[in-house]
């Protein structure tokens, strides 16, 4: 395992983050909670020593089964780095939504503490950016939380520059939490020359796209009811679907042919050599789905193989689409 040092904080932790979206079931069709505890022990067993969620995976459940894993791990709590989110409300009428208001926050910050049963969140990001509220109010609620020791990093997830320019007029920003992987690169454009510029840690979300670059889906792979790629994500949709899937095959193939690698593994050690301060989120919800991860170090994509990917990318997916699928809506909109 790779580890650093979080630029501008003195957090230590490994490259690779444990991404628990899944484990909060929604979104994913549900979740099956010992399972998830053992995924969760087996990735610190392996030397993951981050572990990224919000309130939203699962409206507390993923936070909750942190906490319960964590409590009976051997680990200290000063051993693991805990990344966690707010800025997403929810009622059972609309589901979630944007909500950035210092009132929310400071009481967002409790529930969090319990879930996790600890007293304080390594790295807090602000999940989605609510436009409806001042962004000097929601900079000064995390700045409040970070002097207080609350947290001890600050984060702004799917922020673009201009707005994270504002927010950086009432609190520091240490981290960016964006989407970046072979099929969602928008973030190259602006935000991760920006962390870079600003010495911010960029944690990389939906490293495999959500399952696509695992290798393991094929065009009759059945989803669950409620998981999102099932209707809703647009690559997991005829036609697009078969151009992923064509992409998926050729890189696969190139990874065998150059370094003896399957796909999945491609996938995260090209995110694990972007530019910058990079720390790659890959979700997994069952314990032998983390066994490549002794497989990422002992090999390098050259410069060549990287222009060959880009070429793959551009002849076999003609119509690429984004994670606007994602955004959560803003109250206004409801
Ligand atoms: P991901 O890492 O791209 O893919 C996760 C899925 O890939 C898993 O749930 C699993 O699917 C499949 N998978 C993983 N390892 C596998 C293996 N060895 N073999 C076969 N399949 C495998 O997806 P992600 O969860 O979207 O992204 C990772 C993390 O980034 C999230 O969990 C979350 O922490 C963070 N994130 C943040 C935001 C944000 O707005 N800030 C947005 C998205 C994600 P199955 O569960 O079906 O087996």
Known sequence: MENMTMKQTNIETSR????????GGFQWGGTDE?????TIHAALDKGIKLIDTAPGYGFGKAEEIIGKALHSSSLNRSEITLSSKT???WNEKDGLFRDSTKAFIHQDIERTLRNLQTDYVD??????????TPFYETAEALNYLYKEGKIRAIGLSNFSTEQMDIFREAAPIHAIQVPHNLFERNSENELLPYAEEKELTAFLYSSLTRGL????ITKDSQFSEGDIRRDTDPKFQSPRFEQYLKAVKELDELAQDRFNKNVLELALRWNLQQPGSTISLWGARHPEQLAPLDNLWDFFIDDETMRDIDEILMRTVKTPIGIDFMAPPNKQDL
Do not use: C, F, R
């Open 16 to 23: 690779i983050g444990l991404g628990t979206w899944a484990i």
């Open 34 to 38: 010992q399972e998830a505890q053992k």
């Open 87 to 89: 800025g997403l409300n």
């Open 123 to 132: 790295v807090y990001h602000v999940h989605w950016p609510d436009t409806l």
């Open 213 to 216: 670059l695992s290798g393991n």
